[in-house]
């Protein structure tokens, strides 16, 4: 018999007996470590509660897998503090989100979609026509007479069931994206009463999106808690400086409607507004599109994370938010703009802008109560190619990699040149306008202003059509997972509400 005091002693000495580690390896260098690292996280990972009492959905516009890549990689480049650094190994916010999915984003008539369809499709879990918001794919424009038979927005039953709702967006706040979670509309165009909305077509009985935003929901529910965007001019009339020609100033019936409402037009009267202050919220600080935020005038216009920050403790301090919780969309509406350009250097730092306002979500919420979301409406044509060097500048041209596959000529500078003896940058589009102005192909490829190359000259470049990735924490975010398609998100965050 063994006494138990000698088998400890046993136990004890067992490992300098043992056999070494079964992933013992002589090279356990910085990437080895980071990825055990990596491996403990989710050893430890633990599972969050099943229900969700708000979810955020955060959609970078045309943000796909390149997009992503490039944009860790120019992030890394252009930190917001410390040095650069090479880049390849940084990570974007919502890179450090436990769940992914890849999502298969094609609309019911389209091999490439845009965003009405796409945004419509996560926004009521009907996959529908491209071009056409929360319309099924076989409604068309009389529909609008029979609204109650049109696919229901996650917006709008949230309201129904007293929830707090809220949009932010680079954008129009009536543009595709937005105006998905709100408004239901055949043609994304009609963003407002002008010509892009012709008479005819208002016949039909059809509403234009920015009236749809102030009108949205039935008294009894009440409205947007806040909408922050810009698109001011589809809201008043030619003579108060806006594009409607129905003489309705729309910013007037919403403060109509919302006695207590705080309307504000400018970054001064943004910063002056307190989150928990009753009523609700309409920001438009642009009369079109929010400003890139390389050319932003902080004076004038806030930032995306900034909205973002104050859209959350909006919701989560309003009534309804504290109640019943809150539904909320944030969009980094112009990496898609940038993109259609073909300037790579914009659409690089709209993603990283987007990613600081992803961080600044995350800083705020609790993912034991909240689904958080992250994903992109669709991709778009521009690759990383060739073989740089590791460091090398993302926006900059090849500097051939040492030893590779790169082979072929190179440029005194080291850079690599292709069969006309031009030097080749990284980042390349499928196609895209060949100039315009004060865009260009002849600046330095750094510039901010620089065109990219591109194969095909189009007037604009396209959306691209492989999946993008949906990123997610929180209450079942563990349903964010393998190949999806993309109006599943819809019903993943219906099931974290507890909606059935
Ligand atoms: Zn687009």
Not at 16 to 25: C, G, I, S
Not at 147 to 174: C, H, W
Request: glycine share 10%; aromatic share 6%; charged share 20%.
């Amino acid at each position: 018999m063994i006494r138990p005091l000698i088998v400890i002693a046993l136990l004890a000495a067992a490992p300098a007996l043992a056999a070494p580690p079964v992933l013992d390896t002589p090279v356990k260098d910085d990437y080895w470590q980071a990825a055990r690292a990596a491996l403990g996280a989710r050893l430890r990972a633990v599972n969050r509660p099943r229900r969700a009492k708000n979810v955020i959905l955060m959609i970078g516009d045309g943000m796909g897998i390149a997009t992503i890549t490039a944009a860790r990689i120019y992030d890394g480049q252009h930190p917001a503090e410390g040095p650069p650094r090479p880049g390849e190994e940084n990570s974007l916010a919502f890179e450090a989100l436990p769940n992914v999915a890849l999502v298969k984003t094609y609309n019911s008539n389209a091999q490439v979609p845009d965003s009405a369809g796409t945004a419509s499709a996560i926004n009521t879990g009907v996959k529908t026509r491209i071009g056409t918001i929360n319309f099924g794919q076989a409604q068309d424009a009389a529909a609008c007479k029979t609204p109650e038979a049109l696919p229901t927005t996650l917006a709008e039953i949230a309201k129904r069931r007293g929830m707090g709702v809220g949009v932010v967006t680079t954008t129009r706040i009536t543009h595709a994206t937005p105006a998905a979670v709100f408004a239901h509309v055949p043609n994304r165009n009609w963003e407002g009463a002008d010509r892009a909305f012709p008479a005819a077509d208002r016949a039909s009985g059809c509403r234009d999106i920015a009236r749809q935003l102030v009108e949205f929901a039935p008294a009894s529910t009440g409205g947007l808690d806040v909408a922050l965007g810009g698109g001011r001019a589809r809201f008043l009339p030619v003579a108060r400086g806006g594009s409607r020609d129905d003489g309705q100033d729309l910013v007037a019936a919403w403060q109509a409607r919302f006695p207590a409402g705080r309307y504000v037009d400018g970054a001064a009267g943004f910063a002056a507004l307190d989150p928990r202050a009753p009523g609700p919220v309409l920001g438009l600080f642009n009369n079109d599109h929010l400003t890139f935020e390389v050319d932003r005038d902080p004076a004038a216009e806030p930032a995306l994370a900034d909205m973002a920050r104050f859209a959350v403790a909006k919701l989560a301090a309003s009534a309804a938010g504290r109640r019943n919780g809150y539904y909320l969309m944030i969009e980094g509406g112009r990496i898609d703009h940038a993109h259609h350009a073909s300037n790579a250097s914009r659409a690089l730092s709209e993603t990283q802008q987007f990613s600081r306002a992803v961080a600044a979500v995350l800083a705020t919420i609790n993912l034991d109560e909240t689904l958080l979301l992250v994903t992109a409406d669709h991709s778009h044509t521009m690759t990383i190619s060739g073989y740089p060097e590791r460091g090398n500048d993302i926006l900059g041209f090849i500097r051939n990699a040492a030893a590779g596959e790169g082979g072929g000529p190179v440029s005194p500078e080291g850079f690599a040149l292709d069969d006309q003896g031009r030097p080749m940058t990284t980042l390349t589009y499928a196609n895209g306008p060949r100039s315009s102005p004060p865009l260009s192909p002849t600046l330095p490829p750094n510039d901010r202003n620089r065109l990219q190359d591109k194969t095909y000259g189009t007037q604009t470049e396209s959306h691209g059509g492989e999946d993008v990735a949906a990123f997610a924490a929180g209450p079942r975010s563990n349903l964010v997972t393998g190949v999806v398609e993309q109006n599943l998100l819809f019903h993943i965050m219906a099931e974290a509400l507890g909606w059935r």
